[in-house]
């Protein structure tokens, strides 16, 4: 399995230009919508494969009350082995602010739990950009670089060696619903689950538990039973004292995460992500999904 992090992917951009104040409203705006959480929230499981390579590819709609924008996600895995990526873009104000982002994790997955490697995390506007890139160890996250780099602030919290003790990335933690024989019928089964996440810059936990049962509708009139998961989120580090987004984001009731279970594939499928935000509401859905492998065959989901 080639890996799919590339230095030169993270952190060669090119020429940045000084931002306007355009940039700078819609800066603050995508600030108030956690990219890191929603990926974390969208949550892909793969059990340990013993023979051949099963590899997943899913297309989400994002809407928001600023704009729109879609993100890609392919992940492959051999053995315990594993590799993500996903890529974002996004378009606010008619189309003249525009962001785009990419992200790839690689690593093992030991007791149907994700060890991380290596996580890579870059974005950029036509003004401004950061990149992100982390190495894991046994234990947690061993070296850190960021670009711009995390300078001290006295409103932040700061993060220091025992927040980043057993964590995973954001887009590790979308293999943490894995399940040996994914439920029909029981949603506090599909919900229960707690993850600890660094991105690089926050520290946060999730943690699910069971809200209702719901219908996902597909294509071609095609309806399935849905666990709706009600998300906690709880910031940890990193973060600024008092501040809003943040502050509403932990109060939050709102946050949900739908869960469509595929036994013969092993895992549950996220059909929609909700997150409330200062501004509105913002959701993540399910545009297509494919998984393929040796042991699942092919199953394909679209809306």
Known sequence: ????????????????????????????????LPISLLVSLIPFTMTASHAGETTVQAVYKINAPVGSGKFHFASAQSGNRYKMQGSAKFKAFLGFYKWKSSVASNGYIYGYKPRPNIYAFSARSDKKAEAIRMNFSRNGVK??????????????????????????????????????????????RACNRSIKIFDGRQRFNVSLSFKRKAYAQLSNGQSRTAFVCRA?????????????????????????????????AKMYVPYKIVIPIMIGTASAELASFRISGSKTGNIALAR
């Open 143 to 188: 070296k850190i670089k960021a670009v711009p780099p995390n300078r001290p602030h006295p409103k932040r919290i700061s993060v220091n060696k025992s927040h980043l003790r057993n964590v995973v990335d954001p887009l590790s933690a979308m293999l943490a619903f894995t399940d040996k024989a994914p439920s029909l019928t029981d949603g506090t």
């Open 1 to 32: 399995m080639k890996n799919c992090l590339k230095r030169t992917d993270v952190f060669n951009w090119g020429a940045v230009k000084k931002s306007s104040n355009r940039d700078k409203i819609a800066s603050k705006l995508l600030k108030s």
């Open 232 to 264: 906690k989120y709880r910031p940890i580090a990193g973060h600024k004292r008092k501040n809003k987004a943040v502050s509403y984001m932990a109060d939050s009731k709102g946050l949900e995460i739908w869960l469509v279970p595929l036994p013969k």
